[in-house]
């Protein structure tokens, strides 16, 4: 994840950069708002999935499947 700014402008834009370099716009107020949930969520002493179990997070909630090397390659 990136913050860029401008200073003489007084601008910035956050970014998140995947695996592959692409690079994407994400609003500032997506952003608050998940660190706000996460917030709330830790304050439950929920803690933050690791290894598989974020596979498993992002194929039940967000219908995500992993992409393999052999997916990127059409092999």
């Given at each position: 994840m990136h913050v860029v700014?401008?200073?003489r402008?007084?601008?910035y834009g956050v970014f998140v950069e995947d695996s592959e370099?692409?690079?994407?716009?994400i609003p500032a107020?997506?952003?608050e708002k998940?660190?706000?949930r996460i917030s709330e969520l830790r304050?439950?002493?929920f803690k933050e999935a690791t290894g598989?179990?974020?596979?498993e997070l992002a194929r039940k909630y967000l219908g995500a499947e992993l992409v393999t090397e052999?997916?990127?390659y059409g092999e």
């Open positions: 700014f401008d200073a402008r007084k601008r370099g692409n690079i994407l716009y107020s997506k952003v998940a660190a706000d304050s439950t002493h598989t179990e974020i596979d052999e997916d990127d």
